[in-house]
């Protein structure tokens, strides 16, 4: 259903909604265009595909980083960029989401990059989007968020190519995750077999298994002998009480300690999709040490989604 | 006018019959019925070859939005659309705005519905005030004003004392008492079944015990009290187990189910499809099987539309953002006769479930095609070849998961009799 949507009746990325269904082939082209862009290294960082054309970050919540990469992503591919924080009070006055959407289309706006707190919220604009208006799913709810996936792969791609013999551990709020959903689509997409999710019972979502996933309830078997962690963000406002005990019981159990680290494989990648919450799923100084890709990832973020949009809008000329 | 109608396959539920012959009204009641046609002269006589005659439908879950959501339908739009369907009644919840928990409300229901001159309309009262949970509504009143039962609509009673008051209270005026078994803490806002599909699509999930949970709270009352419990629009394989137990028990618990529950699972909601946003949420295979087990066993004895006609915006949003509810008056009839066409009910069987079985759970003297019953009835052509085009529908609102699926028959006529 989501692949039908995302991908034009060519083959062509049409819009960027989930990780799930995209093709391999796709995914693939992707990841090779984005390295054409990553370091910044070859002079001229910009890249006038998209000359010409608008972009709308449309961001219904509050993200300072994951926008700033959406904006500087369009800026170097010399599009113009808008960006409008749109806060829930301003849709409840009576205008409705579709009402939003219609009236920045009137502008001749070309892409739309939307964070919405709505699981579906991507999928949403897309059925509703005029043709020709592009819709890049900066996140939705718990659903999805498939750039971040992207930057993750082009990440491990990058250090270890080869995804068919990975272990990978998901560590942490999975419940609430978007993150790990898209991660977990991406990796079976690419042939990753052993996927695990390792958190407490009360964050590991029911039926995940069915998404290819193993699931354990302890940190030590959890990450036994794998070559990628990925670390999750707790949304420690909403967990405290409700979902755990305290951030520092969490620690305790599931934290990414240096000791922890030591017992893991020497060529082991640490990520985590920012920001960090030090001293919980993470120590602060296994965080930049040297096993840890986390600031590679949010440099790759930009080349990824530039990547994504001059697919999307570059048409033949990308 | 008189009618006869001749030649049909007529469903008697109340006897149990189901045979082939003639039956005459007049003056809104049933004068005649035997194998020939009778000497007396008719208005209108009706050739009903291949056709079948059945006690009017009565539906136990209606909202027809007036008083209080004109903008979604109002009761002639619905009350229209019902009686179109081949429903001759139907059964408001509470909930109405305001809620029915005054007999001042239940005379302005009453006179809404007699306006609309549509499917007759019957009406639950609020069984604590305002819907509250707080406070016991005034029971007597409402039964004297013509409620046929009373509940709570989907609010909780969260005070398990008041729940066991409000038993003790309707059960001493022989009222029963309608529950949509809900845990609103384990439910937790949630707008999906937990499971795979809920938590690909990253939906909030609300699992089979905020059903089984409330249905062990109610059915610990009533082993206390005696009441009468009938459980409305049960979702879950386990609910179902916990319902037979309650009724092998001899508990006097009934329980009926929403016709889509008996057709669509959560794999329906693919695609964030939000015409299939229901609450309680579509679940299982399992689940939806064992709700037909139950329909077919009679352990669920009645099936509803839980009809909730809503604006075209009600949908337009983000799945977990949109109204839950389906417009389902006119699926209910053709939904159930796929469920003869699949070989899991008899007709009579159908028939018994859409107007015995929910007639006696509402303490109402219908669902019998006998001499001197209320001429309220149905004939349904069973071969109509048709497809649904929610353009066309006579309910406001077009919300149905239906539209363009293809259907075999369909009410052909409606007769209301007097009460």
């Known amino acids: 259903m989501s692949d039908t949507l995302q991908i034009g009746r060519d083959g062509r990325l049409r819009h960027l909604l989930t ?19 990553a370091d910044g290294g070859h002079g001229d960082k910009k890249h006038p595909l998209l000359h010409g054309k608008t972009v709308v970050n449309l961001f219904f919540e509050a993200s300072t980083r994951t926008r700033t990469t959406f904006e500087l992503a369009a800026k170097r591919l010399a599009a113009d960029v808008v960006n409008l924080q749109v806060s829930a009070s301003s849709t409840s006055k009576g205008e409705t989401l579709l009402d939003t959407l219609k009236t920045l289309e009137a502008m001749q706006v070309d892409l739309f990059v939307i964070r919405h707190e709505a699981s579906g919220a991507a999928h949403f604009f897309a059925q509703h989007a005029a043709p020709g208006v592009a819709i890049l799913n900066a996140g939705d709810g718990r659903h999805a968020h498939p750039t971040q996936a992207l930057l993750d792969m082009f990440t491990i791609r990058r250090h270890k190519p080869d995804f068919s013999k990975l272990r990978v551990a998901i560590v942490g709020d999975a419940l609430h995750s978007r993150v790990a959903r898209s991660d977990i689509h991406a990796l079976r997409t690419l042939g990753t077999r052993d996927i695990r999710v390792v958190a407490p019972r009360p964050l590991v979502p029911t039926g995940i298994e069915q998404l290819g996933v193993k699931v354990f309830h302890q940190l030590e078997p959890g990450l036994d002998g794998v070559d990628v ?16 005990p305290s951030t520092a019981e969490f620690h305790r159990d599931f934290g990414l300690t240096r000791e922890r680290l030591a017992r893991l494989k020497p060529d082991v990648l640490i990520m985590h999709p920012g920001p960090i919450n030090r001293g919980v799923e993470i120590e602060g100084d296994v965080a930049y040490g040297e096993r840890s890709v986390i600031l590679e990832q949010v440099a790759h973020g930009v080349a990824v989604r530039m990547a994504v949009m001059a697919m999307i809008l570059g048409g033949e000329a990308a | 006018m008189s009618v006869l109608i001749k030649n049909a396959r007529i469903l008697d539920p109340a006897a149990n019959t189901d045979t082939v012959g003639c039956l005459g009204l007049r003056k809104g009641r049933i004068d005649y019925r035997g194998i020939r046609a009778p000497k007396a002269a008719y208005d209108e006589v ?54 029915i928990d005054n007999t001042a409300v239940v005379n302005r229901v009453n006179r809404i519905a007699k306006a609309a001159a549509g499917t007759y309309v019957y009406m639950l009262g609020a069984l604590t005030k ?35 008051r409000a038993l003790e209270y309707a059960s001493s005026l022989g009222i029963t008492v309608h529950v949509v078994p809900l845990d609103h803490a384990l439910a937790n806002g949630g707008c999906a079944h937990e499971g795979a599909m809920a938590t690909k699509l990253g939906l909030t999930s609300i699992p089979v015990s905020a059903e089984t949970a409330a249905m062990r709270q109610w059915i610990s009352l009533v082993e206390d009290t005696g009441a009468r419990v009938h459980f409305g629009r049960l979702s879950s394989a386990r609910g179902v187990a916990l319902l037979e137990s309650a009724q092998a028990r001899g508990l006097p618990v ?22 299939a946003h229901v609450i309680p949420p579509l679940r299982e295979a399992r689940d939806r099987d064992a709700l037909r087990a139950a329909v077919r066993s009679g352990a669920i004895g009645a099936i509803c539309s839980d009809h909730q006609p809503h604006e075209a915006d009600a949908k337009i949003n983000p799945f977990p953002l949109t109204e839950a509810g389906i417009s389902a ?26 107007s015995l079985g929910p007639a006696g759970v509402l303490g109402i003297e219908r669902g019998g095609l006998g001499v001197g019953a209320a001429a309220d009835l149905t004939l349904v052509d069973p071969a109509a070849s048709w497809q649904l085009d929610p353009a066309r529908m006579l309910s406001r609102g077009r919300n149905t998961p239906f539209g363009g699926t293809g259907f075999s028959g369909r009410a052909q006529r409606a007769w209301l009799g007097n009460s």
């Open chain 2, 329 to 354: 008056l006119e699926t209910l009839l053709p939904l159930t006769l796929r469920l003869v066409g699949e070989g899991l009910l008899s007709p009579l069987q159908a028939a018994a479930r859409l």
């Open chain 1, 229 to 244: 962690v990925i670390l999750l963000r707790l949304q420690k406002e909403r967990m405290l009480g409700a979902f755990l």
């Open chain 2, 254 to 275: 009934t329980a009926d189910v929403a016709v889509h529950q008996l057709f669509l699972t959560d794999a329906d909601i693919d695609g964030f499809n939000a015409l």
């Open chain 2, 46 to 99: 009706i050739e009903a070859k291949g056709l079948w005659l059945m006690p009017g439908i009565i539906d136990l879950c209606a909202r027809m939005r007036e008083p209080g959501q004109t903008q979604k339908a109002t009761m002639r739009s619905e009350a229209t659309a019902a009686l179109a369907a081949g429903i001759t009644a139907v059964c408001l919840p509470p909930d109405t705005r305001p809620v």
């Open chain 2, 130 to 164: 305002g819907l509250e949970g707080q406070a016991l509504s005034e029971m007597s009143a409402l039964k004297q004003a013509g409620c046929v039962g009373v509940g709570n609509g989907l609010a909780p009673v969260a005070n398990t004392l008041i729940a066991r």
């Open chain 1, 19 to 37: 990780m799930e269904g995209l093709p391999r082939r796709l995914l693939l082209e992707i990841l090779d265009q984005a390295e054409g862009y």
